[in-house]
């Protein structure tokens, strides 16, 4: 195993310890195990020669810069929130490598034609507020201000834990790096599914990231004592929820092809046995690689909501959190990774994303470029999450053969 690598793995293995929860890795945006995250991030990029910095979301940067100062700039990056009970290579694994990569360069003094950022963006599972891309959002120019009011499930809003930042509201959009001056956006991640398993090969190409709807969903009803009240006079929110919620999957199973739905995530109130539940709250997650598709599945589902609600006496809130159409990774640079991947790796393959990542975002300023990492039977936010040495290995090597010939060209 080569220097890089062990150094790799021991940083994956230093990140992974570093959570919230002491029985799983847990690192939501904001909380202590996320800011002690950055603090070692931030290290680590210095070691590697990088001149480093925070913003006022979090997000951690590293910039090797070039001496042309109107060079352009490529960014190299991933995130280092976590969903809870989670795997250690979700995010981590694209931003060490970044690092080490940028160590590499910074070692052997190369003179860079373009300026190589490494990012660790803040925030991209959403999972504290729901809100996919905080992190990559505001490095796109798209941070929306108002999420800052959106609260978490403890009543703590989003500009509450902004303000211990660096950095101030007012211009929160303004200081990115402009469209024209991107070179592009790399990511390196695991690829959370089985395919490169079932092929037996360790990297490939990226073809593209399915389009995402993200929708709040909320059912006022009436509570009311479980021993007393009739069924024909009763307004329970959780049972509206649930005739809609199996709604939601077989629309799902009947369209297997080309979108997948989930309700993740739910809260019902007053959440006690003998109280018929008045109020119920929960998450849509809609995907399809189809824009259109989406939008009218998304449609399809509202009025669905809506005459269940109509039928139950029950009053509807739909709130469309996120709407982020399918992203197609860049030509020239698939077409150079691509060259990269066939000297460490036998087999050249391309496959589309199902998952989300801040690729999604950065393709809003720049052309995009993923590589996706064999990961053990495709298990992801999942502590059994692994990547064996020798894909970190190829993965190493392949990404920094990448961005070498990009600085050839
Ligand atoms: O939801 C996703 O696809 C990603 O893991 N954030
Ligand atoms: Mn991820
Ligand atoms: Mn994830
Ligand atoms: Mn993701």
């Given at each position: 195993?080569?220097?890089?690598?062990?150094?790799?793995?021991?940083?994956?293995?230093?990140?992974?310890?570093?959570?919230?929860?002491?029985?799983?890795?847990?690192?939501?945006?904001?909380?202590?195990?996320?800011?002690?995250?950055?603090?070692?991030?931030?290290?680590?990029?210095?070691?590697?020669?990088?001149?480093?910095?925070?913003?006022?979301?979090?997000?951690?940067?590293?910039?090797?810069?070039?001496?042309?100062?109107?060079?352009?700039?490529?960014?190299?990056?991933?995130?280092?929130?976590?969903?809870?009970?989670?795997?250690?290579?979700?995010?981590?694994?694209?931003?060490?490598?970044?690092?080490?990569?940028?160590?590499?360069?910074?070692?052997?003094?190369?003179?860079?034609?373009?300026?190589?950022?490494?990012?660790?963006?803040?925030?991209?599972?959403?999972?504290?507020?729901?809100?996919?891309?905080?992190?990559?959002?505001?490095?796109?120019?798209?941070?929306?201000?108002?999420?800052?009011?959106?609260?978490?499930?403890?009543?703590?809003?989003?500009?509450?834990?902004?303000?211990?930042?660096?950095?101030?509201?007012?211009?929160?959009?303004?200081?990115?790096?402009?469209?024209?001056?991107?070179?592009?956006?790399?990511?390196?991640?695991?690829?959370?599914?089985?395919?490169?398993?079932?092929?037996?090969?360790?990297?490939?190409?990226?073809?593209?990231?399915?389009?995402?709807?993200?929708v709040n969903i909320t059912w006022k009803g009436i509570s009311g004592h479980a021993g007393t009240y009739p069924m024909d006079l009763r307004n329970d929110a959780l049972c509206a929820a649930s005739e809609f919620i199996l709604g939601v999957e077989n629309l799902g199973k009947q369209?297997?092809?080309?979108?997948?739905t989930?309700v993740?995530k739910i809260k019902s109130e007053p959440n006690v046995s003998n109280v018929i539940p008045g109020l119920v709250s929960h998450s849509l997650?809609?995907?399809?690689?189809?824009?259109?598709?989406?939008?009218?599945?998304?449609?399809t589902l509202y009025y669905k909501a809506l005459k269940i609600a109509e039928e139950r006496h029950i009053e509807l809130q739909w709130e469309?959190?996120?709407?982020?159409?399918?992203?197609?990774?860049?030509?020239?640079?698939?077409?150079?990774?691509?060259?990269?991947?066939?000297?460490?790796?036998?087999?050249?393959?391309?496959?589309?994303?199902?998952?989300?990542?801040?690729?999604?975002?950065?393709?809003?300023?720049?052309?995009?470029?993923?590589?996706?990492?064999?990961?053990?039977?495709?298990?992801?936010?999942?502590?059994?999450?692994?990547?064996?040495?020798?894909?970190?290995?190829?993965?190493?090597?392949?990404?920094?053969?990448?961005?070498?010939?990009?600085?050839?060209?």
């Amino acid at each position: 195993m080569n220097k890089e690598t062990s150094r790799i793995l021991k940083r994956i293995d230093a990140l992974g310890e570093i959570s919230d929860d002491k029985q799983c890795l847990s690192r939501f945006y904001g909380t202590k195990s996320h800011k002690k995250a950055r603090k070692k991030l931030l290290k680590w990029m210095a070691k590697a020669g990088m001149q480093t910095s925070t913003d006022i979301v979090g997000n951690v940067k590293g910039v090797l810069k070039s001496s042309n100062p109107n060079a352009k700039h490529f960014m190299i990056g991933s995130h280092y929130d976590s969903v809870f009970n989670a795997g250690k290579y979700d995010g981590p694994l694209g931003i060490i490598l970044g690092i080490e990569i940028a160590h590499a360069f910074s070692k052997q003094n190369t003179e860079l034609p373009f300026h190589l950022h490494v990012c660790a963006f803040a925030d991209e599972e959403g999972c504290r507020f729901n809100i996919a891309y905080l992190g990559s959002s505001l490095i796109a120019g798209n941070f929306n201000k108002n999420w800052l009011k959106k609260e978490d499930d403890y009543g703590y809003s989003l500009s509450r834990l902004m303000k211990k930042n660096k950095g101030d509201f007012k211009d929160i959009n303004k200081n990115i790096i402009p469209p024209e001056s991107w070179l592009g956006y790399f990511e390196p991640h695991i690829e959370q599914g089985p395919v490169l398993c079932d092929e037996n090969t360790a990297v490939c190409l990226v073809s593209g990231i399915a389009a995402q709807n993200r929708v709040n969903i909320t059912w006022k009803g009436i509570s009311g004592h479980a021993g007393t009240y009739p069924m024909d006079l009763r307004n329970d929110a959780l049972c509206a929820a649930s005739e809609f919620i199996l709604g939601v999957e077989n629309l799902g199973k009947q369209n297997k092809e080309k979108l997948v739905t989930t309700v993740g995530k739910i809260k019902s109130e007053p959440n006690v046995s003998n109280v018929i539940p008045g109020l119920v709250s929960h998450s849509l997650d809609l995907r399809s690689p189809n824009n259109k598709f989406l939008e009218n599945i998304t449609k399809t589902l509202y009025y669905k909501a809506l005459k269940i609600a109509e039928e139950r006496h029950i009053e509807l809130q739909w709130e469309i959190m996120q709407s982020n159409p399918s992203v197609t990774c860049n030509n020239q640079l698939k077409e150079a990774l691509a060259t990269s991947i066939k000297k460490y790796n036998k087999k050249l393959i391309e496959i589309p994303s199902g998952a989300g990542h801040d690729a999604v975002m950065l393709s809003n300023v720049a052309p995009v470029s993923m590589l996706f990492i064999r990961c053990k039977e495709g298990i992801s936010h999942n502590p059994e999450e692994y990547v064996s040495p020798e894909d970190i290995e190829t993965s190493f090597k392949v990404s920094f053969d990448f961005i070498n010939e990009l600085a050839k060209k």
